[in-house]
């Protein structure tokens, strides 16, 4: 059985942070709180880790994962541009639940799955995932749960659908309690499609209603992001 380690002691904070490390390192999964819900991490950069994370959640390559970074510079060397709009709703949403898929940088070496040349960048609002992210660099990260299955909320309830696969389990408390809880509302990141609007060729379109809402990502960007209806993606 992997391990559990209490984050809100501070020998259990160190020895889990620093076999998270480790793991990463070895291209093994890591679970993490998140200011969402609970992600399961791998190396962005390592196809086998990326692929041995989609197979835990049982998940194909059709889903490829988001990727969360430490910092907002990150954005702009993973991305191929960044948009006015983009760069608008970075400064007031990040680190928080927003994801932003834009086409990706060409010069990036990795396989996140069928990306179609794009990709979905999150700075998430929690310590623990923002130290480990700064240590490792830029992580692909899904909810922790098999798919199909709702994201879990503890660690343990992460552990209870994704065992041994991980090798590490970082436990931060209850995730998502910086935003309301809605019933019936997806409790996992929004997801923003900034791509068409970083080419020139349409608005921002929301692909999941998270924690942000419609009505604050207007308020910052306008008619750049019409009325339109919601379409699923998972995520964290």
């Known amino acids: 059985m992997a391990p559990i380690y209490d984050c809100s002691v501070d020998s259990e904070l160190l020895s889990g942070m620093r076999l998270a490390r480790a793991a990463i390192g070895r291209g093994e999964l890591v679970v993490i709180p998140t200011d969402t819900v609970y992600g399961v991490a791998a190396d962005a950069f390592s196809p086998a880790a990326v692929q041995r994370l989609l197979d835990a959640k049982g998940r194909g390559r059709q889903s490829p994962p988001p990727v969360l970074v430490p910092g907002i510079p990150t954005l702009a060397a993973l991305a191929e ?98 935003y309301e809880r809605v019933e019936g509302k997806d409790s996992s990141s929004t997801i923003i499609d900034a791509t068409a609007l970083a080419s020139g060729s349409g608005p921002l379109r929301i692909l999941r209603h998270g924690v942000i809402s419609a009505e604050q990502l207007r308020e910052v960007v306008g008619d750049a992001l019409p009325e339109e209806s919601a379409e699923t993606r998972s995520g964290t």
């Open 81 to 178: 541009s960044v948009p006015p709009e983009v760069d608008a709703l970075v400064k007031a949403f990040w680190p928080g639940g927003l994801t932003i898929v834009l086409p990706a940088a060409p010069s990036l070496v990795w396989d996140l799955g069928e990306t179609r040349g794009t990709v979905a960048l999150r700075m998430p609002q929690d310590t623990i995932a923002l130290e480990l992210l700064s240590e490792t660099g830029p992580l692909a990260v899904s909810s922790a749960n098999l798919t199909g299955r709702p994201a879990a909320r503890t660690a343990a309830e992460a552990e209870a659908m994704l065992g041994d696969s991980v090798s590490v389990y970082l436990d931060g408390g209850e995730a998502g309690s910086a």
